[in-house]
Structures are given as C-alpha cells and as structure tokens.
C-alpha cells in the first residue's frame, strides 16, 4: 500500500501474496498435496507484516502454519521445516540476506529445508506463480484459525509484544531443540571446556549487524562452552532496524551488512574497538553474521611479525573458502 512500493516489478503486499498464492496452489496439487508450513522473518523492514500476511494466506488454503514469533535466523527455518514436531513440506523467510537495506526477499525452502529442486522451481513458477493473480489471493486472520492449524515457533519465553491472537499455548521451544541440535556438531567439546579454565581462554567477539542473531548466536557460543564473548552494541549494531544505519549505502556505492565484506567487517572492528577500548589485542576471534544470520564472517589478528604482508593491518577477515578449510582440516585431524 505504499506508493514508493507499488508495481509488479517490487516486492510490496500484492506481489508476495499473489506469489504466495502461487506457491500455495502448487503445494495443494502435490500428491499427497502439501498441508504444513515454517514461516520466518529476519529484521527487514516490514519483514514480520510481509509474514504475517503471507501466513494468513497460506491458513486460507488450508495449511497449519507454524509462525516465529520473533525475527529469525534463516538457518533455524531450515531446522524447523522437517523436525519431527512439525514435517512441513514447505518454508518461506522474508529476509533479503546480506544486500543492502533497499531490498528485500522471499527465500522458499522444501521439505528437508533446502532449496527445491530446479525442476519443481520452473514447474512452480511456470504453471503456478507466474498466472497468479489477486483473484487468488484470500486470507485467514489468526483470530479466525481452526483449531490444530496455527502454531508459533519461538523460545521458551513468549516474545514481548507479540500478538498470539489468543493462542499462547499453541508455541513450540523450537530454539531449545535447534541448540540442542548444534551442540551435536562439536567434534571435542572437553577442549571447549578446557579452554574455559585456562589462564588464557580464548576471547570472541561478536557483531549481529542489526540481524536476527544477535540473542541466538552468543547463545550458541555460551552452550558450547565459550565463557568470554563480547557483542558489539555500539552504533546499535545489536538493535533489529532494518535501515542498518552502521552500514548505509556512500553516494553511488552499496555498503551491504554482509560479514564476508571487508568494508563491512571493518566497521565492525571499528565498533568493537570503540566499544572495548584495547581490549582488540586481547580478543582472538571477532565473529559477524548478516541480517538473516546464515552468513558468516570471521576477524583474526595478524602476527605483528607479519603484518608487513598485509599492508600493516592488524586484523584480517578470513575469505569463506579459508575458513571451511581449516573446519574441514579439524573434522578430518580430530
């Protein structure tokens, strides 16, 4: 309904639930059809209206929806489409990842949580999305959902301000069971713990760039036995604005809240230090995730004695592919 927003060619109300309609339709035409979906959102602007009204959609045609009462990370949507509570069959999160605060998306997820197959994606496009129209579109108000058919995913606490439309005991501790789920993947929990002890354990600091991570992440990495963890507050930069004032786009130039940039990761350091005056030195690892938090960067220090290979900088941020080598080194040593 904003005039900034209107036409076919922009992600604005009309077109995501004509597009949702359009998925909708093609899951309802499966055999066995479709009937259970994981809806998300991250700290997008508008991003948990979008959702909500895309999740209204869906209860109109029939699907128990399963709505996160809280910006998301996009990787607990995946964990939740096929956990043995809820086998969903579909997911969708309103989020626009790393790109800047301009924009926005619709990540569709199916059933084990990845992405559908490119065939069943031109099959849903071609024959489903594609000839949706507003004709299609209707919706179920939460208030007005049959019993068994509407369910929020969520911590234990109820999210503050939520609107459960009368339903608070239909919510699932899907957090707890997503932790529970990570902790699996350590492959030497006993040196975490060790580390923990020492005289020297190891220092992380963490910057949410105003996402979705910024409770569950240190979470994560408490559970998993870090004891010292500092998260970036500064400038806001754990606060949900989907404007990612610490990362405005310069005049002709986009500035992305992406972790894997440079430019981003050295306005995160910059922060930190502001923040934490000298303890920079102090901390081994700085950890960044983007908004929807499937992303990840991470600063090292650089050895004095070799920062005249790195133009005298201090700190680097390691590419992606260097840090998946040395994870997969460690899987394949321990």
């Not at 995913?153 to 990570?182: M, P, Q, S, T, W």
Request: charged share 25%.
């Amino acid at each position: 309904d904003a005039p900034i927003l209107k036409g076919p060619n922009t992600l604005n109300n009309v077109v995501l639930l004509c597009t949702s309609a359009g998925v909708a339709k093609y899951g309802r035409s499966r055999k066995p059809a479709f009937d259970r979906i994981v809806i998300g959102y991250d700290s997008r602007v508008r991003g948990g209206d979008f959702a909500r009204s895309i999740a209204e959609l869906f209860l109109a045609y029939g699907y128990a929806v399963f709505f996160f009462d809280e910006p998301c990370p996009y990787p607990v949507v995946t964990f939740a489409i096929p956990h043995a509570r809820i086998k969903a069959q579909l997911g969708v999160l309103i989020s626009a990842s790393h790109n800047d605060y301009r924009y926005n998306g619709f990540k569709l997820s199916c059933g084990n949580g990845s992405q559908f197959d490119p065939k069943d994606r031109d099959e849903m496009y071609t024959r489903f999305i594609e000839p949706a129209s507003t004709a299609d579109v209707k919706l179920c108000p939460f208030d007005e959902a049959p019993d068994g058919k509407l369910y929020f995913l969520g911590g234990r606490e109820k999210a503050e301000g939520f609107d459960y439309a009368g339903r608070e005991d239909c919510r699932i501790n899907i957090l707890n069971e997503h932790r529970d789920h990570v902790m699996r993947f350590l492959v030497n929990a006993d040196l975490l713990a060790r580390q923990s002890r020492s005289e020297n354990p190891l220092r992380t600091g963490y910057c949410a760039y105003h996402g979705a991570g910024r409770a569950i992440v240190p979470g994560l990495l408490k559970q998993a036995g870090l004891t010292h963890i500092r998260s970036i507050t500064h400038n806001g930069l754990d606060d949900l604005d989907g404007l990612f004032p610490s990362f405005c786009s310069e005049p002709g130039r986009e500035q992305q809240p992406d972790p894997g940039d440079p430019r981003a990761a050295a306005i995160a350091v910059e922060a930190y230090e502001q923040e934490y005056p000298g303890e920079f030195e102090n901390t081994d690892i700085l950890i960044g995730t983007d908004p929807d938090a499937d992303r990840c960067g991470v600063v090292v220090k650089v050895p004095e004695v070799q920062r005249h290979l790195y133009s005298g900088r201090d700190h680097l941020l390691l590419p992606a592919d260097d840090v998946w080598a040395l994870v997969l080194w460690y899987r394949l040593q321990s």
